[in-house]
Nanobody, 119 residues
Framework: QVQLVESGGGLVQPGGSLRLSCAAS????????MGWYRQAPGKQRELVAS???????NYADSVKGRFTISRDNAKNTVYLQMNSLKPEDTAVYYC?????????????WGQGTQVTVSS
């Protein structure tokens, strides 16, 4: 069984910063792409940023220049550094990973962590 455990959410003022972490654990042979999604109340879940096993990154236009995704393959952990946060960044943030288990790739999700940007 594979688990993704997130941490680092919370309440921050506009213009502030937060760093999210997501660690994978369990029985698997490899992790391919990892990413962060978010879902605000009344809206669909959307991709925030993703990173391949080789380090190639992709960002939503709304966070380019403010957020940075990175990963530590030795620790099976992906990070999201969020700077210059805006109220519209308020959402539940979910970690996602494509994990190799029993000979095939399967998507796994974390439980979500709340990020609230408010004064």
């Amino acid at each position: 069984q594979v688990q993704l455990v997130e941490s680092g959410g919370g309440l921050v003022q506009p213009g502030g910063s937060l760093r999210l972490s997501c660690a994978a654990s369990g029985s698997y042979f490899s992790i391919n792409d990892m990413g962060w999604y978010r879902q605000a109340p009344g809206k669909q879940r959307e991709l925030v940023a993703s990173i391949s096993s080789g380090g190639s990154t992709n960002y939503a236009d709304s966070v380019k220049g403010r957020f940075t995704i990175s990963r530590d393959n030795a620790k099976n952990t992906v990070y999201l550094q969020m700077n210059s946060l805006k109220p519209e960044d308020t959402a539940v943030y979910y970690c996602n990973a494509e994990v190799g288990v029993a000979g095939r790739w399967t998507d796994y999700w974390g439980q979500g962590t709340q990020v609230t940007v408010s004064s």
